[in-house]
């Protein structure tokens, strides 16, 4: 006698801080590099679904390439014409749920060039 759909629970999780650091996809997955995400290596691209930032397959975030691009002119802004300080007395500890993130946040004075 199979279940009925009541009693039957799966649940499935994507762990995007595991998954980010896994070694068979990444080298070197705990040291800052952006150049494993260039032309030439395309880290990310090894596997499917490496990189689960914006979703993946039917489901991909449809603004994936408009937030990318806002992501890199708001950064290109904020580092050409402020100096960046991180404020003391912050914990920088990451909390891994429900993102990456520093523990009390990152808090960041910026002042005009």
């Known amino acids: 006698m199979s279940p009925t759909p009541q009693e039957v629970v799966e649940y499935f999780?994507?762990?995007?801080?595991?998954?980010?650091?896994?070694?068979e996809i990444y080298l070197e997955p705990e040291r800052f590099d952006p150049d494993?995400?260039?032309q030439e290596r395309q880290e990310h691209k090894k596997y499917p679904f490496s990189l689960v930032g914006f979703g993946g397959g039917p489901r991909i975030c449809i603004g994936i390439a408009f937030a990318k691009?806002?992501?890199k002119i708001i950064a290109a802004c904020l580092?050409?014409?402020?100096?960046?300080?991180?404020l003391?007395?912050?914990s920088l500890e990451t909390v891994l749920f429900?993102?990456?993130?520093p523990k009390d946040g990152?808090?960041?004075?910026?002042?005009p060039r």
């Not at 999780?13 to 070694?23: A, D, E, G, V, Y």
């Not at 429900?98 to 993130?101: A, G, T, V, W, Y």
């Not at 990152?106 to 002042?111: C, I, Y």
Request: hydrophobic share 35%; with cysteine.
């Open 88 to 90: 003391p007395n912050q």
């Open 36 to 38: 494993r995400f260039s």
């Open 98 to 101: 429900p993102s990456n993130r």
């Open 106 to 111: 990152l808090r960041v004075r910026f002042q």
């Open 13 to 23: 999780f994507i762990c995007q801080s595991l998954t980010h650091s896994l070694k």
């Open 69 to 71: 691009m806002e992501m």
């Open 79 to 86: 580092l050409r014409n402020y100096h960046w300080e991180i």
